[in-house]
């Protein structure tokens, strides 16, 4: 038989075969925060948070660079600890909820620079207004969940990371005065199941 029949044969069947599988991984409310912080005058550093958040990350470990995350935000979600503020916060003076009800963030690219670090580049929409910002994270976790021998509501792989990166907020039309820059931190454990 001839060889080169043999070999033809091969390499196509080769190059049909699918590359291996992303992963695909979706965050788990329960063990989710998307955390901010400003400077009141600078006087203090005050703290709030986002109570509602859904993301879907998809995960290629073998190249890293083609890996994509997609997160959105309830912008009514928003808890300082005092219900003043919070109302204030949602209201055409911040976050306009009623009109822009979500934030959302989606990756353009990411950035291997460690091991376990990569700077994830993405499109940030807040108050309807779109900007490039780069959130600087951290995978702890990535495997079986230590909890999963227990509870079965932790079974499967899991991945968990930490975020920061910090924003401009009149750039997106929030707040008619500047606080100075605003610092965001999400922690994240992600299932990969739904």
Excluded: C
């Excluded at 009800?101 to 990411?110: C, L, M, N, Q, W």
């Excluded at 975020?163 to 965001?184: K, L, M, R, Y």
């Amino acid at each position: 038989m001839n060889p080169a029949r043999l070999t033809a044969p091969v390499i196509l069947a080769a190059l049909a075969m699918p590359a291996l599988a992303a992963e695909t991984y979706y965050t788990d409310q329960g063990h989710t925060e998307v955390r901010f912080g400003w400077s009141h005058a600078g006087v203090s550093m005050q703290t709030g948070e986002f109570t509602k958040a859904t993301g879907t990350l998809v995960l290629d470990p073998d190249n890293v660079e083609q890996s994509s995350i997609s997160v959105t935000i309830d912008a009514a979600s928003v808890s300082t600890g005092f219900e003043a503020l919070d109302k204030h916060l949602k209201t055409a003076d911040f976050l306009e909820v009623e009109t822009y009800p979500e934030i959302t963030f989606v990756s353009t690219a990411v950035e291997r620079t460690g091991d376990t670090t990569a700077n994830v580049t993405g499109d940030l929409t807040i108050h309807g207004v779109t900007k490039p910002v780069t959130l600087e994270t951290t995978m702890t976790h990535r495997g079986e969940h230590p909890v999963g021998a227990m509870l079965d509501y932790y079974k499967g792989q899991w991945v968990a990371f930490s975020a920061t990166t910090e924003i401009d907020h009149q750039a997106f039309n929030v707040g008619s005065f500047s606080t100075g820059p605003i610092s965001i931190t999400i922690v994240t454990e992600m299932k990969d199941h739904e």
